[in-house]
T-cell receptor, first 109, second 115 residues
Framework: EDQVTQSPEALRLQEGESSSLNCSYTVSGLRGLFWYRQDPGKGPEFLFTLYSAGEEKEKERLKATLTKKESFLHITAPKPEDSATYLCAVPGGSYIPTFGRGTSLIVHP | GAVVSQHPSWVICKSGTSVKIECRSLDFQATTMFWYRQFPKQSLMLMATSNEGSKATYEQGVEKDKFLINHASLTLSTLTVTSAHPEDSSFYIC???????????FGPGTRLTVL
């Protein structure tokens, strides 16, 4: 059974304080890993898809990396508007995704 | 690109009535659409997967007679909550996967409140 574990559950940062979120996974055959951002009361917003170990993708202050067992979402010099819940997911059979429980990030000004 | 809309964004209804939620992929064709339910401060719970022109596949524990899903075209799926009760109150989110691609794109969600 595919499993996705995200850590930490919650993270509080000061504006400008860089950090990383972790997503570890167990799948029978990796067909990609997705990162999403979810604001309260809204649907998840797509950020990145990573397909192979060593791959990296960047978007503004966010950089996602992938190894054979985990993915990291690095946040460089975060701003209060980066506050959100970050979700990762891996597609399983029929591309039905397994989601982690998410990391709730709060960035204080 | 890759925009998914949902309508309505919120709905309040009386117990015993039925509510229909629409999910549309606006700028792409979706072979597969997914319906999720989310409780406060919890992650997404997959309810069902629908493929265009086929019957939906429901996750274990989801009542298919209560949550009717129709995926009539490559751009539209609907979720009908039949005989709604207060315990059906939740945030319902759909997502769509573009033909030939892996990534799912999510709608903005529908807040359902059953009185």
């Amino acid at each position: 059974e595919d499993q996705v574990t995200q850590s930490p559950e919650a993270l509080r940062l000061q504006e400008g304080e860089s950090s990383s979120l972790n997503c570890s996974y167990t799948v029978s055959g990796l067909r990609g890993l997705f990162w999403y951002r979810q604001d309260p009361g809204k649907g998840p917003e797509f950020l990145f898809t990573l397909y192979s170990a060593g791959e990296e993708k960047e978007k503004e202050r966010l950089k996602a990396t992938l190894t054979k067992k985990e993915s990291f979402l690095h946040i460089t010099a975060p701003k209060p508007e980066d506050s959100a819940t970050y979700l990762c997911a891996v597609p399983g059979g029929s591309y039905i995704p397994t989601f982690g429980r998410g990391t709730s990030l709060i960035v204080h000004p | 690109g890759a925009v998914v809309s949902q309508h309505p964004s919120w709905v309040i209804c009386k117990s015993g009535t039925s509510v229909k939620i629409e999910c549309r992929s606006l700028d792409f064709q979706a072979t597969t659409m997914f319906w999720y339910r989310q409780f406060p401060k919890q992650s997404l719970m997959l309810m069902a997967t629908s493929n265009e022109g086929s019957k939906a596949t429901y996750e274990q524990g989801v009542e298919k007679d209560k949550f009717l899903i129709n995926h009539a075209s490559l751009t539209l799926s609907t979720l009908t909550v039949t005989s709604a009760h207060p315990e059906d109150s939740s945030f319902y989110i759909c997502s769509a996967r573009e033909v030939g691609f892996d990534t799912q794109y999510f709608g903005p969600g529908t807040r359902l409140t059953v009185l």
